[in-house]
T-cell receptor, first 113, second 113 residues
Framework: DGGITQSPKYLFRKEGQNVTLSCEQN?????MYWYRQDPGQGLRLIYY???????QKGDIAEGYSVSREKKESFPLTVTSAQKNPTAFYLC????????????FGPGTRLTVT | GESVGLHLPTLSVQEGDNSIINCAYS??????FIWYKQESGKGPQFIID?????DKRQGQRVTVLLNKTVKHLSLQIAATQPGDSAVYFC????????????FGSGTRLLVRP
């Protein structure tokens, strides 16, 4: 089956620890994205990558980092510098040139205490 | 499951009635628009999209209308069913060379049996 996967579904961490969220796609998409969603709000763009080995900051990149070493993978690290990391994190991908539709993964709920 | 849209605008409709969800956008350069459905605890799912060279597009039980003059987008759902209960997001592309989408804040649709 083709698709985009995120793991784990739920993640718990202590304050002060870095944590990495996984995102993998087998759709052969060039572009990948990370969004943060808080209750009562829409999706806010953290980082995006339009091609392997390249990525750009979105609207709320502070306290986060990413890498794009492989086309299929776009992991997100939530660092201890992120002041309010508890949220629902969504990864998406799109074909890139010629296609704007983004396909979303199931999300990871991160709780930091 | 994940709680999304605790404070979102809510549209309540009777099962079998038609639903209309509205969205305003601000970027005149946007030329692609898309509607997503998000159920609690899940990632957004594609419903329908439309390009700016069209003003109407129909899918199965759904229709998207685009009014570029007043920068307004609407999603019509015919014969609304309980399974349509979810949060609905509109999104537009950024109109530049990136592949980014800009998401609206969402509307919760509740279907009364």
């Amino acid at each position: 089956d083709g698709g985009i996967t995120q793991s784990p579904k739920y993640l718990f961490r202590k304050e002060g620890q870095n944590v990495t969220l996984s995102c993998e796609q087998n759709l052969n998409h060039d572009a990948m994205y990370w969004y943060r969603q808080d209750p009562g709000q829409g999706l806010r763009l953290i980082y995006y990558s339009q091609i392997v080995n390249d990525f750009q900051k979105g609207d709320i990149a502070e306290g986060y980092s990413v890498s794009r070493e492989k086309k299929e993978s776009f992991p997100l690290t939530v660092t201890s510098a992120q002041k309010n990391p508890t949220a629902f994190y969504l990864c998406a991908s799109s074909i890139g040139t010629g296609g704007n539709e983004q396909y979303f993964g199931p999300g990871t709920r991160l709780t930091v205490t | 499951g994940e709680s999304v849209g605790l404070h979102l605008p809510t549209l309540s409709v009777q099962e079998g009635d038609n639903s209309i969800i509205n969205c305003a956008y601000s970027n005149s350069a946007s030329d692609y628009f898309i509607w997503y459905k998000q159920e609690s605890g899940k990632g957004p799912q594609f419903i329908i999209d439309i390009r700016s060279n069209m003003d109407k597009r129909q899918g199965q039980r759904v229709t998207v209308l685009l009014n570029k003059t007043v920068k307004h987008l609407s999603l019509q759902i015919a014969a609304t069913q309980p399974g349509d209960s979810a949060v609905y997001f509109c999104a537009e592309n950024s109109g530049d060379s990136s592949y980014k989408l800009i998401f609206g804040s969402g509307t919760r649709l509740l279907v009364r049996p």
